[in-house]
């Protein structure tokens, strides 16, 4: 009888946290859980104490699943670890951007192409957590009608950008309410207390940020569509937890906005917010998903869910979810559910 994995996630911060957390949530099967980082010490979460230990190449003998949530870049964690882990025989599930277009890799999140996991070869990818909540409210609406067009505009919280960060988001605040300096920017480009930043993420040559160029190959990849175009606008704003989109989309069929409630409703892991509220006031009141509402829980909420009046097939929606859970560690930790279901262990 399987007692369970043995199982590493690689990274403390605040995706690496939730990791943790989202396994005993979900009660992923697991014999043995090492938990990695930069250096030895110990970590508490939810009350419980798990020790961290320094990462190394031998620290995945025995390894089965490791879920990378470390830095990116040629020296970050997945980088320097993540093939070292494959060759110990680790499925690597790396929620960075490092191998997200690697032909080699698939692409993944669950409920829109879960059977991409058959062909991994050792490293699976988490996309980035903008894409994530995006395709996951989506895919109902492509499989009624093929998406020519998109058209998004991100509102996305500090926490996407790390712990240090949303420390440093937090200072800002205290400056701001005391009336004190800002704190020097090292993790936040600028204040981002009581403003929006629509231009802080790296800058490519072309006049978009990189950030909105991966919502463009990831989701081509993970629809196994390259030809829908999408124009993604993408912002910071001072919210601590969940990221919310403005999705407008072009279908090759007109999609009613009750077509698009009800197989929005049916498909997992998503759920509506989108009820008229009526009242003597405003008799068209809907109710409407928050950031707030989506933290700390596991499902893509949409709303404001509405045809457009000038486009025939054009219609527009609200998503929200928590870009820690569904839009990283909760996705990651499902693509090992996929892995386990599917046989797809390396050993
Ligand atoms: N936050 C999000 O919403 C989000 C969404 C999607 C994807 N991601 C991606 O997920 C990854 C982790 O993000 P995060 O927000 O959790 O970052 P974070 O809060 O800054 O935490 C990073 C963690 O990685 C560890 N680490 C860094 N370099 C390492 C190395 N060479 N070897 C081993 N461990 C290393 C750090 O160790 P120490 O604690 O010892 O310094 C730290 O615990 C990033 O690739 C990020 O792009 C994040």
């Known amino acids: 009888m399987n007692t369970g994995y043995r199982v590493a996630v690689v990274g403390a911060g605040a995706v690496g946290v939730e990791m943790i957390r989202i396994l005993r949530e979900r009660a992923f099967p697991i014999s043995d859980l090492q938990v990695l980082a930069r250096s030895d010490r110990e970590m508490v979460v939810d009350g419980l104490t798990y020790p961290v230990r320094t990462t190394t190449e031998e620290a995945f003998a025995g390894v089965q699943i490791a879920l990378f949530a470390g830095t990116e870049g040629e020296k970050g964690a997945a980088v320097t670890f993540g093939p070292a882990a494959v060759r110990h025989g680790a499925v690597v599930i790396d ?26 070869e050792g490293i699976i990818a988490n996309p980035n957590c903008s894409t994530v909540q995006m395709v996951h409210a989506l895919k109902p609406l492509y499989d009624l009608s093929p998406i020519r067009r998109i058209v998004v505009s991100t509102y996305q919280s500090i926490s996407g950008s790390g712990a240090p960060a949303v420390r440093e988001f937090e200072q800002q605040i205290r400056a701001v309410a005391d009336g004190m300096n800002m704190p020097d920017y090292v993790h936040i480009p600028a204040q981002l207390a009581q403003n929006v930043l629509a231009g802080c993420w790296t800058f490519l040559e072309n006049g978009y940020q990189d950030e909105e160029w991966k919502m463009i190959l990831e989701t081509h990849k993970i629809l ?63 109710s409407c998903p928050t950031p707030l509402d989506a933290a700390g829980g596991s499902d893509t909420l949409v709303g404001r869910i509405r045809e457009d009046p000038f486009v025939p097939n054009g219609l527009l929606l609200w998503v929200v979810n928590d870009n820690l859970r569904k839009g990283a560690a909760l996705n990651a930790v499902q693509i090992a559910e996929e892995v386990v279901r599917r046989n797809r262990l390396i050993r």
């Open 95 to 120: 929620n960075g951007k490092d191998f997200r277009m690697d032909p080699k890799v698939p692409l993944v999140v669950p409920e829109v192409n879960g059977e991409d996991v058959e062909w991994h």
């Open 224 to 286: 196994h569509d390259n030809q829908i175009l999408i124009s993604p606008t993408t912002v910071r704003v001072p919210v601590i937890a969940g990221h919310s989109e403005s999705v407008y989309i072009e279908t090759e069929r007109k999609i009613t906005a009750d077509e698009a409630r009800d197989a929005l409703s049916r498909f997992p892991n998503i759920r509506v917010v989108d009820d008229l509220l009526g009242g003597e006031k405003n008799p068209f009141a809907r």
